[in-house]
């Protein structure tokens, strides 16, 4: 695009010529070689030009190329000529902001590196938007046949794309195209459209002023719109693939949490089921053992009522864990099994219904905690009813009309 610029700026050297989707300005510097009717002569072309005649399918696609350029019809001209860089079409569009139509005035040809390709010249007069006289140019296609017929234009090798390079080429048709560029009939087309434009511009002072200064200011500010586009595209792009990103990274930090609190519940899990182990209660004083035998070492004695965990059965001894040691009781001197739970009391249930005559004085409370608000306190030798007791070491009662609860331990 830079290189685009320069070109339109350069006026010394360039003025004026559309190319397939550039504008090229070109001031050429190649001497005349016209006969007397002013026709090209072609002296020491490689190959001569061939004129193609009007109603030729070449003519034909370079009319509906031409008709789709000037009112900035890419989706049109894609189908004809291909591949068209998002850049080119950009450019297409603001020079269909320029011009209004193009005329075919004529139309030469040589043969391309392969049988089915044609380097072409287009002559043309463009139709500038405000400028009453025509501005002569001359445009460059490589059009390539297909096997069933069908003429195409390679969009590869348009000007635009040669000058700018967007999108890469086959050197060995980038050497062609250079060739047919020095050719002499080549050269003196050039000088032929160039002397009728030098000639416009002297006699026309808008179509000069329009060539030179508005066209050029125009091309320029359609250049940095575009490059501060690009600029903002890439930026929100960016910013996309950043957002993108962190959404990852934040999924992937929250599949990792999700992953180490299930691996922490799970471990909580098997933590509560070891924690949920089974008790025995001692009956009587007993001796704890080294061994599953009436005649083993002991460890030590344990009072009546000793709460222990249970561990396994070897014959008729229990294997047991109690204040941190490990032994064996015999099961006669064991009773009574449970899970150990949260607020669990060895406290005994008092049958629902019972009428217990207080041996202490008790605190009944609105609901089963110590902290709960004292609805009455009931004294030595008088009675309660029992609604009933709970697991919790807390028994339902009612006491004068009043129903609340005491502590199961009391009601002896």
């Not at 016209?34 to 005649?53: A, F, M, V």
């Not at 009112?71 to 189908?79: E, N, P, Q």
């Not at 109690?322 to 009574?336: A, E, F, R």
């Amino acid at each position: 695009m830079d290189k685009l610029l320069d070109l339109i700026k350069d006026k010394k050297r360039y003025v004026a010529a559309c190319g397939v989707a550039v504008l090229m300005i070109l001031l050429l510097v190649y001497g005349m070689n016209l006969n007397k009717h002013g026709e090209i002569t072609g002296k020491n072309s490689t190959t001569e030009y061939e004129k193609e005649k009007e109603d030729s399918k070449l003519h034909k696609l370079l009319k509906s190329y031409y008709k789709s350029y000037a009112a900035g019809d890419t989706a049109s001209l894609a189908k004809i000529a291909d591949p068209i860089s998002d850049e080119e079409k950009s450019y297409i569009g603001f020079m269909a902001g320029q011009i209004n139509s193009y005329d075919i005035k004529e139309v030469y040809t040589k043969k391309g590196i392969k049988d089915n390709a044609k380097l072409v010249s287009a002559y043309v007069e463009i139709h500038f938007k405000g400028v009453k006289t025509p501005a002569p140019g001359l445009d460059f296609f490589y059009v390539e046949e297909d096997k069933d017929g069908t003429l195409k234009i390679n969009n590869l090798y348009s000007a635009y794309n040669q000058e700018n390079g967007k999108i890469d080429m086959d050197q060995n048709i980038v050497s062609r195209i250079a060739a047919f560029e020095e050719e002499s009939d080549v050269v003196e087309l050039k000088a032929k459209v160039q002397k009728e434009f030098n000639e416009i511009s002297l006699k026309d002072k808008s179509f000069s002023t329009f060539m030179t200064d508005t066209l050029p200011k125009a091309a320029k500010k359609w250049a940095a719109d575009y490059k501060q586009k690009e600029a903002d595209a890439k930026k929100a792009a960016e910013k996309k693939a950043a957002e993108k990103k962190a959404a990852e990274k934040k999924a992937a930090e929250k599949k990792a949490a999700e992953k180490k609190a299930a691996t922490k519940k799970a471990a909580q899990e098997k933590t509560a089921k070891k924690d949920n182990k089974t008790y025995l209660y001692t009956k009587d004083k007993v001796n704890l053992r080294k061994k599953p035998t009436v005649d083993s070492k002991i460890i030590k004695t344990l009072k009546k009522g000793k709460k222990v965990i249970k561990l396994g059965k070897s014959g008729k001894f229990y294997k047991v864990k109690v204040g941190g040691k490990t032994g064996y009781i015999h099961s006669m001197y064991l009773k009574g099994t449970g899970k150990k739970s949260s607020g669990s009391s060895s406290a005994k249930k008092v049958k629902s219904g019972k009428v217990i005559t207080l041996s202490d004085t008790v605190n009944i409370r609105k609901k089963k905690s110590q902290s709960s608000k004292r609805i009455a306190v009931a004294y030595v030798n008088e009675q309660i009813k029992v609604v009933k007791s709970y697991d919790s070491g807390w028994s339902k009662v009612k006491y004068e009309g009043k129903t609340g609860y005491v502590k199961t331990k009391y009601l002896k």
